[in-house]
């Protein structure tokens, strides 16, 4: 815990070095190849959540994420948000039995899908953050099944087009993310 509550501090830190630095080490702590797959679970629920272990309320990582994720797009951090978000939504212990009182909570990250969208549109200009988008996308469907929005599901299949196009020409492993998001959206 003192790890996620240094990164916290370094996250909402005016410094954009250790805001860098900050979400490096979430994206370390909510990576199972990196650390045990049970902390990562923890960090992950934190995340998603904005509480701790304790059910205590701490919503401002959860709100930097977010944001970092839905406004803030056009700087590095967007990149790591969206890694960090996808390692949540992967890793997380929700993943398993999504308690009736939570939900709520988890709807909130519907707002996560236009920003994504547009970030797939942007493929040949960004292809690494549109391929995290893609694959953040699946993981957010994967995990909230009933509570994700699905009126955005034409505009996803229809961005979707374009990004497979490119991954099959310049980059495989984008063409196999839509593939798995296409499946997860069906």
Not at 9 to 37: A, C, V
Not at 111 to 122: A, G, S, T
């Amino acid at each position: 815990l003192n790890s996620v509550v240094t990164a916290y501090e370094l996250i909402l830190n005016q410094s954009p070095i250790d805001t860098q630095t900050g979400l490096q080490m979430l994206l370390f702590l909510t990576d199972t190849k990196s650390i045990h797959r049970v902390y990562a679970a923890h960090v992950s629920d934190f995340l998603l959540l904005g509480e701790d272990v304790f059910s205590n309320d701490v919503p401002a990582v959860k709100e930097a994420i977010h944001s970092f994720v839905t406004e803030k797009r056009d700087c590095i951090e967007h990149h790591y948000a969206l890694q960090i978000l996808t390692n949540a939504l992967e890793n997380s212990s929700l993943r398993h039995d999504i308690p009736f009182n939570v939900k709520p909570d988890l709807e909130t990250w519907n707002e996560i899908i236009p920003p994504l969208i547009l970030d797939m549109k942007n493929v040949e200009k960004n292809p690494h953050v549109a391929y995290n988008a893609v694959k953040c996308l699946r993981a957010w469907y994967d995990l909230a099944g009933d509570q994700a929005e699905i009126e955005y599901k034409k505009n996803i299949f229809s961005s979707l087009k374009k990004v497979r196009s490119f991954g099959q020409q310049w980059y495989g492993s984008i063409e196999q993310e839509c593939i798995n998001l296409a499946l997860s959206l069906m």
